[in-house]
């Protein structure tokens, strides 16, 4: 498990699958079976108190490093995990699981449903954050791990690192929330639910059963175009794209006159051939119901809690604006929870966790170093 | 033309259209007809100098005060336009036109091609700002008014208010330019290419021959979303709905569990039955290809300009930031064009030009009162 083939400079990795049966969610409703894709990166040592979870982001995956064979790019966050990287293969055993209603591996809607031996489509429950976690829960208890050194993650990575302090505070030693909050804000709710507007207005999307016929490719790839927008900063687009004008013009009325039209509708297409239409709207949907507060003050959530915090924002993020993260902040200092906060410079928005980590790199591997030893 | 009775406490207006042939566009394209629809509220004077223009915004139309015979709402400026208010109709005379390509009673592409008997579609002309400018310059010259007192706007009037500046440098004795820019950021153009992207996507748009059969609802309902979203603030957003649920949850999945959802949804319902969707298109693209500048330095397009500005922005606006006034501002001191420059305070975010309009409403009422004795 997690051993890593050095070929050719690049390092392997294989994605693995961890089963399950009976598995109840938080609505009441169950799964007879679940399937978790996950990967793992470095060595387990032998007292297995170096194991850091990896939670990915809403259209992300387990594949977060290294290469499967054949891949051009390694996974999406290479640049933080590996030998001598942030979050250290050398030193850590690095664990990322794929979320229970995703479609990379995961059991999810488009999986065959055991009752009628066709995709779930819609019959699939409606899955929560809580969920997610809970079935992560049960993978680290496979692994034989009793506590994780750290959680970390961005976006809605960072609510499930939230949830896993709330869910089992006792399982965590210490966890960075990045670009995250505990609930979503309207504003947020409204972007998400255009989405999935965007993708029921589809008629290919069929009430969910497109599975086996075309799929519902343009208002995925509509529902992409506005998570795109939202996830640069305004500065990152002008920079990136400015006013030029697309030199492949063609004659069609309301083709891309601009660049940054012909991005968009680049990156929603190739959206629509890695994710499924159905999977977007569970999981935006549990990112809407998550709240970590549980209706009380998130500082309550916290009191059970014997972890220490790195709390990251970026100062160009105006999706997950720094407000949301120190929401987190004040809830440890009022529950006694030790914790640092850092709103780093980064001009790329939301997205700064992934296309912008030097600095982030910086603070995360100093906080992994020296958990033990850091003083508030 | 423009007499106003009163009625029940209600003053009532009624809508004109003014008629002219053989327009050329910008992009070389000419229409055999053109319709501009506009309304007038006050009188004119004779010596036909106290006329105020007000440019509406991408969605608005003509009726910007009073009430139409049967409206239980007056026109969507009507707490800055009428007797004794901002924009007093007790001293001046205010046309609101229509814009070219729009659908509420202007040539657009839902009119009929008197070429072949059928509505225009996407035959029709691509129109920019500056022909929308060029067709009420027709419709001033009609009423015999040679200089504007003013000319004001908010968005995409804000637009045609800076387009008249550069193209009748002597016909505008001041301007008032409100929650604007010179030119669509990508960042702007990148949320209204989504627009256009989910009207495209509703296979009921047929490439724009859609008249006669189902419009395109889904689609240009998302397109709306999408807006509006961007027109309010994410602290307006909250205040109006926290993380509310919705009270008439019904047991499809992917109802609308929130507030906001629902709001959105009936927000985008309600716009299906009053814009066409091939205006949606031809407007915002509209928008997009504007560039005030044309290229050179704004300053530059601002040399021959005998006009007084008062530039307005909002805090709260994020969709036309207020650095975007700055640079008309700074275009106006480089010039030497007389400019006063306010932003202000306001939670409504991009819409609050047209809901919050209090503090609008001094400033205008103010600067109309004395531009010719104001000192800048």
Request: hydrophobic fraction near 40%; charge should be negative; aromatic fraction near 12%.
């Amino acid at each position: 498990m997690g051993a890593a083939p050095l070929l050719n400079d690049k390092v392997y990795v294989e994605p693995q699958i961890f089963s399950f049966g009976n598995f109840t969610l938080e609505n009441g409703e169950s799964l007879a079976r679940v399937d978790i894709a996950y990967e793992t990166y470095g060595r387990l040592n032998a007292a297995k108190t170096n194991a850091i979870l990896i939670e990915h982001a809403f259209s992300m995956d387990a594949h977060a490093a290294f290469y499967h064979a054949g891949d051009a790019r390694p996974g999406w966050w290479d640049t933080m995990i590996g030998p001598g990287k942030a979050i250290d293969t050398e030193r850590f055993f690095v664990i990322c699981s794929n979320v229970i209603g995703g479609c990379a591996g995961s059991t999810g809607p488009s999986s065959l449903n055991p009752a009628t031996g066709k995709p779930y489509a819609l019959d699939f429950p409606q899955v929560t954050i809580k969920d997610m976690v809970a079935a992560q829960k049960k993978l680290i208890d496979h692994l034989g791990i009793e506590k994780l050194y750290s959680i970390v993650g961005g976006s809605m990575g960072g609510m499930q690192v939230l949830q896993w302090l709330v869910s089992y505070p006792q399982a965590v030693r210490s966890a960075i929330p990045i670009a995250t909050t505990a609930r979503h804000s309207p504003q947020q709710i409204a972007f998400n639910e255009v989405g999935r507007q965007a993708i029921m207005a589809d008629p290919k999307w069929n009430n969910g059963n497109f599975y086996g016929n075309e799929i519902p490719r343009a208002g995925l790839s509509v529902a992409r175009m506005v998570g795109h927008i939202t996830y640069m900063s305004e500065k990152s687009m002008a920079e990136k794209f400015g006013r030029r004008t697309k030199s492949d013009q063609d004659n069609t009325k309301f083709h891309a006159d601009f660049e940054v039209e012909g991005y968009l509708r680049n990156r929603g297409d190739f959206f629509v051939g890695r994710f499924d239409a159905n999977s977007y709207l569970y999981i935006s949907k549990a990112m809407d119901l998550f709240d970590a507060t549980e209706g009380k003050h998130l500082s309550e959530k916290f009191y059970e809690l014997d972890a220490k915090l790195l709390v990251l924002a970026f100062k160009s993020d105006w999706l997950y604006p720094a407000y949301q993260s120190l929401e987190i902040v004040t809830a440890c200092k009022v529950s006694g929870v030790p914790v640092s906060y850092i709103e780093i410079e980064a001009n790329y928005g939301h997205d700064s966790f992934l296309v912008e980590t030097e600095k982030q790199s910086h603070l995360v591997r100093h906080f992994l170093s020296r958990v033990d030893e850091l003083i508030y």
